[in-house]
């Protein structure tokens, strides 16, 4: 298994710098196809207007969107000139209303979609919307980069977070090319259940299945002696100078990690390496 089509979506040169870098990065390295779509958002809800308001009122907006999508394509374009990898920079431009299913079509060929942290200040509603997109509607696997980080030269450590759940399976099959890679693999299980079916031996399965993928893995079972379990991963991701994190995302539903939080808000938000999540 190899990343051959990666993906990431541009919506902002600011916000999405550290994204697009790292695309351009791993397309480079994995000698993939790298698809940027440039994205012109009218961010307008629906129902905002009264009733009979003047149509050219929401066709301005429209045209803005075809605009900034066009400036955007532009930029990407620049960026892109004179790489040693194939690429594509698509303008397109949406209503927040069909923007799921706009984002869900454009990346579900993908293998990997590279996306800028969700949560956190100057983030808007579409942020979110575009990760939860491509993760739940595309059904592939996401990489969120951290603002203002390059992605390694070499992703030599990674923490793969195990909890044995089914999301956690998903991201490792994901990460399998990040993972051979890889000269350490360390797989952190935090508490693990006591009456659990890998109670005798957490992580043994998982460590057999990655070894006859030439991955070299070793256990870390870990106590939670912090609040959350996401500040107990980061504190072993520090610990262990971990260059990446790969775990399952969203255990709980979406509106209850919104509402509540939960390891997945809390990572994408704390996290100052890459993370890559798959559900």
């Known amino acids: 298994m190899a990343y051959r089509t990666i993906t990431t979506v541009l919506t902002d040169p600011d916000l999405n710098a550290s994204a697009l870098k790292a695309a351009m990065d791993m397309a480079r390295r994995e000698q993939a196809h790298l698809d940027v779509l440039c994205l012109g958002l009218d961010r307008t809800q629906p129902g905002f207007y009264y009733a009979g308001a003047n149509a050219m009122v929401v066709q301005d907006n429209l045209t803005q969107a075809r605009e900034d999508s066009a400036r955007l394509e532009e930029y990407a374009r620049d960026m892109l000139k004179g790489v040693d990898f194939n690429w594509s920079a698509t303008g397109i431009s949406a209503q927040m209303v069909a923007l799921t299913g706009l984002i869900a079509h454009r990346t579900r060929f993908s293998d990997l979609v590279i996306l800028p942290r969700p949560y956190g200040t100057g983030r808007g509603h579409d942020c979110e919307a575009i990760t939860e997109a491509a993760m739940f509607d595309g059904d592939v696997p996401v990489l969120i980069q951290p603002d203002g980080v390059d992605l390694p030269e070499r992703i030599n450590t990674v923490l793969l977070a195990w909890n044995e759940s089914t999301e956690a399976m998903r991201a490792v099959r994901a990460a399998l090319p990040l993972l051979q890679q890889a000269e350490t693999v360390n797989i952190a299980i935090v508490d693990p259940p006591q009456h659990g ?73 704390l996290a100052e390496v890459p993370v890559l999540m798959a559900h």
């Open 197 to 269: 079916p890998e109670r005798s031996d957490p992580g043994g399965s998982l460590s057999q299945m990655l070894s006859r993928h030439g991955v070299r893995p070793e256990v870390s079972v870990l106590s939670k002696t912090m609040p959350r379990v996401c500040d107990v991963l980061l504190r072993h991701a520090k610990d262990i100078d971990a260059d990446a994190i790969v775990m399952g995302a969203y255990g709980h539903s979406r509106f209850r990690e919104s509402i509540l939080g939960g390891a997945t808000r809390h990572m994408l938000e």
